[in-house]
């Protein structure tokens, strides 16, 4: 079902979803309180009564021919629904800027809730998160016109394939010194979907006010430790080819860093059987910052470089599972074939995060920052935030080091400098080289988060051993 709203095309599910024209399209609907808001799009357009149609959603709704619209395929059937769905995401984002953790609990789905523990640990991070000093720091919040997306299949909320409607939010925060961050990072962008659920429209994503949102550092972090292992990828394929021209050295570097799709599937399948739970690198950032508490059994996945089989072996793998990982990239090579290596484009790589993968920044050239001046430095940071931002409309808050300098082996200088440069680049957090020795993630050293390395050939009980000698299971 194609269906277009308010003059926002939904060409595709995928366009839609996370196409470059989505970010601009926060104009439909907007509702600044205070005045501080400098970006705010133009001034209420709803045609919609609020409290009417959020009270349609509840009790005047087409009952349903199956049990459940969550898996047995409800429609949002025309405008006038996704019209519904539009109050209910107003409603939803009103209450976040009110402080009403309960409203907003109440116009979560049922599976959106099964992401807490309970009621209380959805309270508990809105808290932490947007009112840090007991006060909102919520000053306005703006959502656009709504998008039907048709067979919406974010593994993170679906377990299979729903119609959805989704809304491009901006919330914006004060200034105050509540956080740690640049004022640009102050203005959250994201994506609100809303599914039926039962009879209603419930948020299945809450988008920026959720913890799957930017993460938000706080001026003052509570001091927490984790210990999560973050596994390392590069190539899923089938082993490489030796081809008369390859050195030795490239030989076995190309087998050590591909994990062939059988391997692949075999160690998720793994995590799956032994109650494992994908989460991103923001979540992990949540978990040190807000509280929120983690699934049982969390682990990172995480994939270097960009390369075009994470779209052809990787992902695929990984959705069938509903499992999720985090993709870096390197800005300057989406698209482009050196060599033997082929990168993913930027439409797969939207395609990755329409699906729910997390998308990071590896640089825009993977040159090493530990021995560029300062301003070539800032460039590589700023400049693949900028291209990951232009085209999936989100910035990346993570950064991904090449090689792992200058942490490998730089100066302590060279480390210092970058400290500084990332953050006021907007990222939030920094994966180190496994090379690099440590095992816990802590709140006092966002930048520098250790990962396992998951050799090419590895046997499974070796990718376990590592996996179990870390998380301690
Ligand atoms: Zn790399």
Known sequence: ???????????????????PAAAETVSGVSSPVGSTASQQPSEHTASIDLATAASMSRSNSTPSSSSGCRGGACPARSAADAGVAQAVALEYV??????????????????????????????????????????????????????????????????????????????????????????????????????????????ADDGPAGPLGPVLVPARPPTRRLRVPIMMYHHVAPAPQRTPRMSDYDYRLAVDLTVTPEHFTEQLDWLVTHDFHTISVAQLMAALYDGVRLPRRPIVLTFDDGYLDNAQYAAPALMQRHLTATFNIITGYVGATHGPLQYMSWDQIAGLAAAGMEIGSHTVDHRDLGILSEQDARGELDGSRDA??????????????????????????????????????????????????????????????????????????????????????
């Open 1 to 19: 079902m194609h269906v277009s709203v308010a003059g926002v095309g939904a060409a595709s599910a995928l366009s839609a979803a996370v196409g």
């Open 94 to 203: 009103h209450a976040l800027q009110a402080q009403q953790w309960p409203a907003m609990w109440e116009l979560s789905d049922a599976l959106a809730r099964r992401r807490w523990t309970d009621e209380g640990a959805f309270a508990a991070f809105l808290a932490a998160k947007f009112a840090p000093n007991g006060k909102s720091t919520v000053v306005a919040v703006s959502l656009s016109a709504p998008v039907l997306v048709p067979d919406w299949n974010d593994v993170r909320f679906t377990t299979q394939p729903v119609d959805a409607v989704r809304l491009d939010a901006q919330v914006t925060l004060d200034r105050t010194a509540a956080y740690a961050m640049p004022p640009g990072s102050l203005v959250l962008r994201g994506a609100v979907v809303l599914v039926r659920d039962g009879t209603a429209w419930k948020v």
């Open 388 to 473: 990951i931002t232009q085209h999936l409309g989100v910035a990346p808050q993570v950064i991904c080091y090449p090689s792992g300098e200058p942490f490998r082996s730089r100066t302590p200088a060279a480390q210092q400098r970058l400290l500084r440069l990332a953050p006021q680049s907007g990222y939030v957090a920094g994966l180190l080289d496994p090379k690099v020795a440590g095992a816990e993630e802590t709140s006092e050293a966002p930048y520098q988060m250790p990962r396992i390395r998951v050799p090419g050939e590895a046997p499974l009980s070796q990718v376990v051993a590592s996996i179990q000698n870390l998380a301690g299971s």
